[in-house]
């Protein structure tokens, strides 16, 4: 292998993991012009950042993510903290010459977000990439969505239906983790989920939203303090409580800019869906329809074949010929969730080594909390709200 | 069998060939106090009319619908014309002494809804049973979802997640049928199956939408005078063409007076849906979900089973224990779109043969109405709405 | 309408209420030179049969099938009794000049059907027309299979897997109902939903089966006697038990005759399989599977599509250009179970009014029993067993 | 970490690349005795397991697979070589004190199975332990079936139903790559794919095939030569043929030992099936079914739930309480094929480090050799065949 891409991470809970084994498995089966090298990996506790370097595979660790950033043996920073923390560190990053690739959402407000993407622009100047990780664009079925939409398989397109539901708050004795407390994560389900199902439809019908109409709520408004917390799940829990100051579903309608109209939602009280991002796409002569329950698969109409044989296909996404496939198995053969980042970091790795830039860029990702402001904004004045542009 | 209930129906086209098929059927299956005696059809064309009485099984047929009502012979009158003039035979059936039962919409305006509603009311303390037809609550998967939440099963309720998807006018060549004309269809995709979703969530979770916010399209604005049109079906058409006055397509948000939220989305070009009628309804202790397309079956996740063992299950409504079942066919014999209309008959007939009040009520549905009034509105102002009181 | 068929139905159970449902409905629908008329019924019991006529629709009702076909008003009879009468029926009736229509399985013995075969083709002589009663070959999406295999759009025919899946006897205190004794039955779910499956895919392939190595097997071998029984249900039951002397299950591998190869089971014992038919065919240039449970839909695989596209789509079956359905709802409305035996009536009446030989014919029953009797010999010697000729 | 498990891997092609993933991910998803440490791979061409050794990341390697098994810092011998092979490397390993892990089938022949087995069992009294893989017990799903069988949550089982299909040689110019040579494959579909289903079912219900009724079957019996082939994939080839002498196709009917029976389908003919592993067991108490396509999901009957409450559920098995899946990711987030290479490591790594037999052995590989065997001499003789003992 060639050339080298070292790479500190600053994190290493749910997110953090994920990231891991996508740098530690991207150069085995992608041919890529730089080899990543987990260098560092930092995190507030020392006893957890020492395991964590151990069992995610990181050559040392630190409790100082500055420190982190300062090293010469570092070119690329990957953030993977809470939200609250993402813009001082990449601005950071960003300073230091470091290419930078941070978890979504961007940031907890669009002033942080601005500050990021002026700053990335600044960078750029110097030949520094920044990327913001938007996983669910790299799953092959919604690449392979994307690039028939432009390929004009569905036409001109009317509907969009998007939902991110899950489930794993209904129980109102779940405790107030980090999630659930606006000062951290900025938002609730809306900024956690519905930033994913925001993006992808923006990017599979190259088309933004341009304004909506929302709706929010918080079922449960006090919960118990957690004890402890990691990741989505938590272990209760002292006989205190708190207050819940963040969103338990968001709903909204919307209309995009290519005279689609659309409706989203996202929820965490969806008993029984797990992590179902499920979106269609209407279009003049075609739908797609996508599961993330069933990540493998793609539904497609095709309303140019055949009348007697025209419905619904289940496209099994495992062909050599599908988007990031080739890399891996025989057709029919699954992937899995952590193969989305292997696929983020592939082309974050091809667009470094090519000196060009990757997406979603910092200014898409800001776009996507300017729509995320918008609805929030929207459910607080029962107004429809038009989306700031960037 | 027993006494008659002697009918007249109005209109013979698509919903007059659906009730005529349950007329004919409902005594052979279900045991009822009255038996059904299919008397005279109306309609406007001579030829027409003469034509579907034998094709439709009708003893006798005329021209006048003033002339069916006077009947002596003639107990009910089941009327199957457009939302125009359902008040006016509605009206004058009632004050007729007749039995009344009305495809939905109830009318084409909240006047004259409040107009049925208030004759129904009077004729009411003469015995006189009206109904409304809103046969997709006699789906037995349907009625069992009914059963279910009100028996508790999936606890309070948090999410409705509603779509009524058609694609029969995506081709911008299809004609402006009478369905696209404001005047006579009053709406839309809005009052044609976007009040179908407005009644059978309010029916099955047993919860009032409250207010909405509301968007609607029209995607196609001009489209060729048609030659010839029946039902949903219609061969085109003259180089003329006219405009169309109804929405395409018509989405929302609603709030529900018991706490739960909810989407709705009504149209006509989401292109490979067919009868897409699709209803997820998510409480504290599980869910149900529903889809015409597969009306044979019912999904329910079950929150209070085993760990392991939870996910939804697909229940074929099948079985002789589920509503309406023991009539028809052993267990796991489907049963057809038509048979809802059966099972509406069959509701009707037992209402009047014991003297109670059959549902849904000219009340049920003057509320639905009030809910497309208000859709309507909001679309128009770009503001929440609040749905007026019955 | 025109010239009428005048019917005697002999039997009045499951079959005979689904026989009546579609003779009551077939001209309703189809435009056909004939209307039937349904002008007697005859059963052993004078209670059961009075109220079956009335049930059913029948004008008229005797205890002795025998004079019911020596009536000058009928023209034809259907047979609608359990396997070990069709022989001496038929042959009566045909004797008689009547046209026949016999449920399947043609007879309970190979030599009593060859008899029938040489009955009907004197018969036909003289104009006087015989069907057996496959009614599954009458879903639409199976007719379309059909279509489809005919005009090569899955090329050679390579594999057959057929299923038939029911689960009513799983219970051991179930009793010992008719079907479960082998003098009434002939057989067990071979005879019974065995004969399906055979009859269907042979059907659909154009391929006749050549030759079977099978498999039967008893799980329960001794049942309570039944109080009562009707149809598949039955109450049971004595404290006295007796021997089931049928199989529950049948599995064969088959060679067919066109040089595809399958895998057949028919069985009761299937937990949560209510009336499972599933067939799913591969040929070298695509696939097709048809499932009852969801039988508005068939499912195919186009080779031919582009490679990025192919997988198996859900072709919903309610298009107006599909098999029988012009004449039904529009797109997107399911039909049920009972429309098959319309359908099944619909092609009977057309081929008696223009005079030509409707199928499956006597002769076509007869080779599905020749595949029964080879399927019940293997079984019973451990050998590959060659299916005898017509 | 603790003590490592030094490993070299024969052969590097499909089955070397998806081990290579597993060796390197499985210490950081899984609390282990031990850690893998991937020492060296060997391959017959010195650029090809060069390149190799790079790209799957291991330290070293060679030509000479002798050479691998006679380091002192190889603790295991991982046998990834077509079965023609198995034996000998086997055998030379077990004979040098090294575990071995050797893929399936285990050998090509009854005859070399036992002595592999014999020569594990001598290799065992000194604490070497010797494993067959077959990955597909470790779906998780798959090991849910099993957990759940054993626990009698479908009581006595009554039908298998099993089928595995495939279609990348249904084009008769695929070329004639090492798979369909029986002096190398030693068998076709049957050996191939089959064994998976033998041995899955086997596992799953606890019961062993007792005697077997086949079909086998070539559809092409001639087809180019390859010029290169690695994998499933081939870059066909010369004018010049050659004769396929394995079968593209195995079907087979069943009795296990525990009273149940089955039908087993193995094909590389099934157009559309790209690796449809699929499997339905029916006991008298439910029905669990499992498809390969949707790995991470499992579908149960429960015949104990209320009657109107019963369907079959489709269960996510991604829930931390589910077999392997707490050390991956929240709930909702699928695995791949991968992962189930990842377990196999997993439970090796376990069974070594805590002095204890990993399953399934080399005893349970012969008895599956041994169904194989019965299999095809019934084949060829035409009979029922008995499954001898191991």
């Given amino acids: 292998m060639s050339e080298q891409l070292r790479v500190g991470m600053v ?16 150069n085995h089966f992608f041919d890529l012009p730089l080899s990543a090298r987990m260098r560092v990996v930092s995190g507030r506790s020392p006893e957890g950042v020492a395991a964590a370097a151990v069992k995610l595979g990181w050559e040392s660790h630190t ?28 601005l950071a990053a960003l300073a230091a010459g470091k290419h930078v690739l941070c978890e979504k959402p961007l940031a907890n407000s669009v002033a942080e977000a601005r500050e990021m993407v002026a700053a990335a622009a600044a960078a750029q100047a110097h030949g520094v990439r920044a990327m913001c990780g938007f996983n669910y664009r790299r799953v092959p079925a919604v690449a392979l ?39 951290v994560a900025g938002s609730g389900a809306l900024g956690d989920i519905g930033a994913h199902i925001i993006d992808l439809t923006q990017y599979v019908t190259g088309q933004s939203i341009s304004s909506v109409s929302a709706l929010t709520e918080t079922f449960v408004r006090e919960r118990p303090l ?62 797609l329809v996508f599961d993330f329950e069933r990540m493998n698969e793609l539904s497609f109409y095709d309303g140019g074949l055949p009348g007697d044989e025209q419905g619904f296909s289940r ?63 929207s459910a607080e004045t029962s107004q429809w709200t038009k989306v700031e542009e960037v």
């Fill in 145 to 183: 969505m994307r690039q028939m939409v432009a390929a004009g398989r569905i036409g001109t397109i009317r509907h969009v239906r998007a939902v991110y539901l899950q489930d794993w708050i209904v129980d109102p004795s779940f405790p107030l983790v980090w999630r659930l407390r606006k000062e």
């Fill in 11 to 26: 994190g290493y809970a749910f997110m953090g993991a994920a990231h891991s084994q996508a740098w530690r498995t991207v």
């Fill in 315 to 377: 496209i099994l996404v495992t062909e050599p010929t599908h988007p990031y496939m080739s890399a891996w198995w025989p057709a029919g053969h699954p992937i899995g969730y952590e193969h989305t980042f292997t696929h983020e970091m592939r082309d974050l790795i091809e667009a470094i080594g090519t000196g060009t830039d990757p997406a979603p860029s910092f200014s898409d990702a800001l776009q996507v909390q300017l729509v995320l402001d918008a609805v929030a904004q």
């Fill in 63 to 90: 409790t100082d993510w500055r420190a982190l950033i300062e090293r010469d043996d570092v070119d690329l920073v990957d953030i993977c903290t809470p939200g609250d923390t993402h813009a001082e560190i990449a």
């Fill in 226 to 287: 957690p004890s402890a917390s990691s990741g989505l799940a938590a272990s209760a829990s002292s006989a205190e409580t708190g207050e819940v100051t963040v969103d338990d579903a968001a709903l909204f309608l919307a209309r995009l800019n290519g005279g689609a109209i659309a409706t989203y939602e996202a929820t965490r009280f969806a008993t029984g869906r797990k992590n179902g991002l499920r979106v269609e796409i209407n279009g003049s002569l075609g739908s």
